[in-house]
Nanobody, 115 residues
Framework: QVQLVESGGGLVQPGGSLRLSCATS????????MGWYRQAPGKERELVAA???????NYADSVKGRFTISRDYAKNTVSLQMNSLKSEDTAVYYC?????????WGQGTQVTVSS
């Protein structure tokens, strides 16, 4: 069974940084684009960053220039470096397959940006 396990969230002040990590099984990691999604209270889940199996990246306009997605093939992990965080980045962050059939969601990791 595919599992997605996110970690690295927390409370950070505006302008601060966090690095999220997602561990997953090699069966989906090696052949799929992977993405980071987020869901803020009262809003729909949205894709904020994606990386193809070849390393090409895409970002939502709201995070472009501040977030960087990367993947480690040796560890089957996907990471999201988040810099210059804003209060509107507050959400639960999830990783999953991007641009293909979604797998069961993990528990996510809470990111709260507040002074």
């Amino acid at each position: 069974q595919v599992q997605l396990v996110e970690s690295g969230g927390g409370l950070v002040q505006p302008g601060g940084s966090l690095r999220l990590s997602c561990a997953t099984s090699g069966s989906i990691f090696s052949i799929n684009a992977m993405g980071w999604y987020r869901q803020a209270p009262g809003k729909e889940r949205e894709l904020v960053a994606a990386i193809s199996s070849g390393g090409s990246t895409n970002y939502a306009d709201s995070v472009k220039g501040r977030f960087t997605i990367s993947r480690d093939y040796a560890k089957n992990t996907v990471s999201l470096q988040m810099n210059s965080l804003k209060s509107e980045d507050t959400a639960v962050y999830y990783c999953n397959v991007a641009f293909a059939r979604l797998r069961p969601w993990g528990q996510g990791t809470q990111v709260t940006v507040s002074s």
